[in-house]
């Protein structure tokens, strides 16, 4: 049974720094490439960074370039999101993903969310 499971949120002051977590099991981690993606109330959810399988290309947002850091520990199942330098306009619920295909289905695991809020 895939599981994904966020941790690492909390309310932070403009500017301040916040490290999520995702630990994954159920599937053979290493194997694939993982996501970060966010959602304010109201809001679509949008991808915000995405990382191959062993690291080695990432992807981010454009509004969080520079800022934001996204990494794996393929030993541990886990990848992390390291938010820098964080603004209000980056308050929302983060989901980390997981996208399994079989032949031409393809799903989408995602873990419960952790809470990103940032005050002005």
């Known amino acids: 049974e895939v599981q994904l499971v966020e941790s690492g949120g909390g309310l932070v002051q403009a500017g301040g720094s916040l490290r999520l977590s995702c630990a994954a099991s159920?599937?053979?981690?290493?194997?694939?490439?993982m996501g970060w993606f966010r959602q304010a109330p109201g809001k679509e959810r949008e991808g915000v960074s995405f990382i191959s399988s062993v690291g080695d290309n990432t992807y981010y947002t454009d509004s969080v370039k520079g800022r934001f850091t996204i990494s794996r520990d393929n030993a541990k199942n886990t990848v992390y999101l390291q938010m820098n330098s964080l603004k209000p306009e980056d308050t929302a619920v983060y989901y980390c993903?997981?996208?399994?295909?079989?032949?031409?289905?393809?799903?989408?695991?995602w873990g419960q969310g952790t809470q990103v809020t940032v005050s002005s």
């Open positions: 993903n997981f996208r399994s295909t079989s032949g031409l289905i393809r799903y989408d695991y």
């Open positions: 159920g599937f053979t981690f290493d194997d694939y490439g």
